[in-house]
């Protein structure tokens, strides 16, 4: 997919995990300047190739090579969010309980709130007061995407693209999903964390969710390394406690 985005300087591209299943619901997001933007799809195009993968979503990773491929990209993700040239930011929200649902927002509704705050609050935030942005989220036709943009003074529009077509796409999908998977299934996590490493494959835990905790871990210990901010066990989930300043923003959003 082409468009113009001559009177951008950034782009960011954005995708949403299980924002109408299951207990946390989620978005990602991968922004940067626009000069920069075919390079860095370029490289993960590379890194997806090398995996022998041509698309590497978080539903996808359930097996060993999806793992792999994912771990690669996770750490291109940190190399590239400390040398400056790409933020990476997920938002997180607890879906309502039984007795709150009566007075909550539908799914939909909520879920265009946190587009609206993402990408009208958190997106310029990681970037220069006078950058102007493009964004360019996951096919689906639950947002009205122009009524949307009308709303958001630093965006100048917002188009739609198709994950296969932008690497950068999968990126924001695959860290929405392993931050809506530190906190939902962090109890699971801990439990595997606690068991001997011969005895991981034989305990009552799914394929996927070895795969996806030794993913966790392995990406919270290099976030650890790089010291970067990230926590993981204080909360129970990934968190960054000054999002706004660091490479990687994992945001909560509170009950409102």
């Known amino acids: 997919m082409t468009f113009d985005s001559s009177s951008a300087t950034h ?24 000069t ?32 792999f491929a994912a ?57 220069p007061a006078d950058a102007r942005f493009v964004v360019v989220p996951d096919e689906q036709g639950v947002i009205a995407w ?4 009308a709303e958001l003074p630093r965006v100048e529009r917002i188009v739609p693209g ?4 932008h690497p950068l796409i999968q990126l924001a999908d695959l860290f929405a999903g392993l931050a809506a ?8 996590y801990d439990r595997w964390l606690t068991l001997p490493s011969d005895a991981r494959v034989m305990a009552d835990l799914s394929a996927a969710d070895r795969v996806r905790c030794r993913l966790l871990n392995d990406f919270f210990t290099e976030c650890k390394y790089r010291r970067l901010g990230v926590s993981l066990r204080t909360n129970w989930g990934l968190r960054t406690y000054d999002a706004a300043a660091a ?5 909560w959003a509170e009950a409102d």
């Open 71 to 127: 771990g690669k990209l996770l750490r291109w993700a940190l190399d590239r969010a400390q040398e400056g040239e790409l933020r990476v930011d997920t938002l997180t929200w607890e879906a309502e309980s039984d007795a709150q649902r009566t007075a909550a927002l539908p799914y939909r509704a909520r879920l265009r709130q946190m587009e609206a705050r993402l990408l009208g609050d958190i997106l310029p935030r990681r970037w």
């Open 247 to 251: 490479p990687l923003g994992f945001w």
């Open 162 to 165: 198709r994950s296969q077509d």
């Open 181 to 188: 998977y530190s906190r939902e299934r962090y109890a699971t």
């Open 36 to 67: 920069e933007v075919a390079r860095l799809e370029g490289e993960l195009a590379a890194l997806l190739a090398a995996s022998n993968v041509t698309e590497c979503k978080w539903e996808k990773v359930r097996s060993a090579r999806g793992g």
């Open 146 to 149: 122009g009524a949307l943009a």
């Open 11 to 34: 782009l960011a591209f954005c995708d949403e995990t299980r924002y109408n299943v299951g207990r946390v619901r989620g978005l990602g997001m991968a922004s940067a300047p626009a």
